[in-house]
């Protein structure tokens, strides 16, 4: 069964020593992702567009799609359980005259720092949305 994909925004990266906050709005919601700081910190650099002195993982990634020419096509949000996210990066090649799509299980957190580098649109299930708690102002 086909679940709607609702399109996704950054709204806010809120920053602590123990954990980092991203606010993704949708419609008339908005809802929290709890990640590590560091991630945090790159999610930042990639909104900031920071010059960073070395690549960072997320560069080394995306450095090897180029390479293969490889494009991020689109992140979804797939799943939530407690408060665990889950998503699907869709990654696509053209090898000739065929198109391969692929689809990767990764955190939330390097999919939407994957879908910043690259101006990818970022989803979630209508399902996923539902589940989630709505966080205000």
Avoid: W
């Avoid at 209508?126 to 102002?137: F, H, N, Q, R, W």
């Amino acid at each position: 069964m086909q679940s709607e994909l609702i399109q996704l925004s950054f709204d806010k990266i809120m920053q602590t020593r123990s954990y980092t906050v991203v606010i993704l709005g949708a419609q008339d919601k908005r809802f929290a992702i709890y990640t590590d700081p560091s991630i945090g910190r790159t999610l930042q650099m990639f909104l900031t567009e920071v010059e960073r002195p070395r690549p960072l993982t997320h560069d080394l990634i995306d450095k090897i799609f180029d390479g293969f020419d490889v494009r991020v096509k689109q992140v979804v949000i797939n799943d939530v359980q407690d408060t665990v996210y889950f998503a699907r990066l869709f990654l696509e090649q053209d090898c000739g005259d065929m198109r391969h799509i692929l689809e990767i299980d990764a955190r939330p957190s390097d999919c939407l720092t994957l879908a910043l580098m690259n101006n990818a649109p970022v989803y979630c299930t209508k399902e996923v949305l539902e589940k989630t708690i709505a966080v205000e102002e």
